[in-house]
């Protein structure tokens, strides 16, 4: 795996954004040309790649909510693989752009792909996309920090240590290894056990207590319409991460995750390249296919040679017979005001104790908020005049019934003030929930501490978790218009 360019782009929220650090490799570029022939696509002067990049990242053109080269249907964008178009005399695409965005920094990095440009490989199938975010993720702890917060205090001095960082660890364009997943220490002597191979960035062994961390997150998206004549949809995606911190040479680990005994096949299974060997039926389920129930249902074993900096186990996909939390949102416009109407129905499948829970309702496209008549008979409500925001903390538990309610009326006065959305006008409008359900997952999946095996004298401790968090959970007002996705549907 290689390199063709990488660059690193500070930002201002997407203003006043410069290319901070830039390197191409010759060596790899040479070997693009080859193996491209006639497709080949050189890559383009700095200022060229930043315009272009802004553009499909959407920090350009602010005023503009349509930009033909970014956002026609007949493009298809695949996050964070991008594609550059460019222009003119050197019209053609850079494909697989990688990007990764945190805090004031855009990492970029342009892998070489092994294989011809047409027909375009799948995605997944490229060893090398995988390996270059695992570079760009090393490169972001190493700018950064690891903390919760970027430290942008010392983000100067990283970058001027950058160059000699990278002609140690990326050689002529190919990484040995990922840059150290935490602070930089100052240099010292290798300490080399056996034959474990040392990278170029590691000065030193893990020292301290064994510990093996196995985390389990399932992340639930809905779209509920509140609607017979529209169907809503819910989704579950589960990822494993593992971390194995170990003295000496890392040991063979084996995961296993289990179901409870009614619960649903996991599908759409991808697994860590470490993976030392797996049963071909765990593969084979896939959620495009019609569920007959005769697909693989557990224990899912997974041996695996742990790399040596945390890494993303395996993901699936699971169907579950339905959302957390289901809602109702009416909303009616009366004499200058709006008449609102919730009601939350926390599922009796559901563990009712939550890390935060909240529902935030936008009021988009009209004037400043007013008057805010509005009760609840569980949790607190804030106003946010100038966002025209309600936000409604549930706090960490729902009441006996598992159901809450929201009821009242506001007004707005004065010229229009608020937040602006080409789609939210009148009564479109929705309701977005946060929450996180701490040691649950909504398929049921687990991962026993006991059933973590460690081949190893060290004897590590064995830590697993699990939690239940949201992402783009909308409830949509039933009274009024709402966009409708006629895509699959977990049933």
């Known amino acids: 795996m290689s390199v063709r360019a990488l660059w690193i782009i500070s930002h201002d929220k997407g203003e006043h954004a410069a290319i901070r650090f830039s390197r191409r490799f010759a060596t790899v570029e040479h070997r693009a040309k080859r ?63 990688l990007t990764i965005l945190h805090g004031p920094l855009i990492l970029v990095c342009l892998p070489l792909v092994d294989a011809p440009p047409e027909p375009r490989p799948p995605l997944g199938s490229l060893l090398s996309v995988s390996q270059s975010l695992t570079l760009l993720s090393g490169l972001q702890t190493f700018l950064l920090g690891s903390g919760g917060k970027p430290d942008s205090d010392s983000l100067p001095s990283r970058l001027t240590m950058l160059p000699s960082v990278l002609l140690q660890i990326c050689p002529l364009g190919t990484p040995l290894d990922v840059p150290p997943m935490g602070v930089p220490t100052s240099p010292t002597a290798p300490i080399h056990v056996g034959n474990e191979k040392q990278p170029a960035w590691k000065t030193g062994l893990h020292r301290g207590r064994a510990v093996v961390n196995v985390a389990l997150v399932e ?17 579950v995606y589960g990822i494993v991460t593992c971390k194995c911190e ?84 009416q ?79 506001i007004s707005f006065s004065g010229p229009m003030q608020g937040p602006t959305d080409p789609l939210c006008r009148q009564l479109t409008a929705y309701i977005k929930l946060y929450f996180k359900v701490p040691d649950m997952t909504l398929s049921g999946c687990c991962v026993d501490q006991h059933s973590v095996q460690v081949y190893s004298s060290a004897k590590p401790r064995i830590i697993t978790s699990r939690e239940l968090v949201s992402k783009e959970y909308f409830i949509w007002n039933s009274t009024g218009s709402a966009p409708v996705f006629s895509g699959h549907m977990m049933l």
């Open 331 to 409: 909303l009616r416009e009366e004499v200058n005001q709006l008449h609102v109407s919730v009601s939350l129905k926390l599922h009796e499948s559901v563990k009712n104790s939550f890390e935060y829970c909240e529902a935030h309702l936008p009021f988009f496209n009209r004037a400043q908020m007013g008057i805010v008549d509005v009760k609840v008979n569980s949790g607190q409500l804030d106003v946010s005049k100038e966002k025209n925001l309600l936000v409604w903390g549930l706090g960490q538990k729902f009441p006996k019934s598992r159901e809450v309610t929201m009821e009242g009326k």
């Open 246 to 329: 170990v003295e000496g040479v890392l040991p063979n680990v084996t995961v296993t995750l289990t179901l409870p005994p009614n619960g649903s096949p996991l599908q759409d299974v991808l697994v860590h390249p470490c993976v030392t060997s797996l049963d071909s039926s765990i593969l084979m389920s896939s959620s495009m296919d019609n569920f007959d129930g005769s697909a693989f249902s557990g224990p899912y074993k997974l041996p695996f040679s742990p790399p040596l900096e945390p890494f993303r186990l395996c993901s699936y996909t699971s169907q579950v017979p339905v959302p957390p939390i289901l809602g109702s949102y």
């Open 219 to 235: 992340t639930v998206k809905s779209t509920q319409y509140g609607n017979q004549s529209r169907q809503d949809l819910w989704d």
């Open 35 to 97: 193996l491209a022939g006639s497709s080949y696509v050189a890559v383009p002067e700095d200022n060229t790649v930043l315009k272009l990049l802004l553009t499909e990242l959407g920090m350009s053109d602010s005023d503009k909510t349509y930009v033909a080269l970014r956002d026609d249907c007949v493009h298809q964008q695949t996050s964070p693989a991008l594609e550059l178009h460019l222009e003119g005399h050197r019209k053609g695409t850079l494909w697989p752009v």
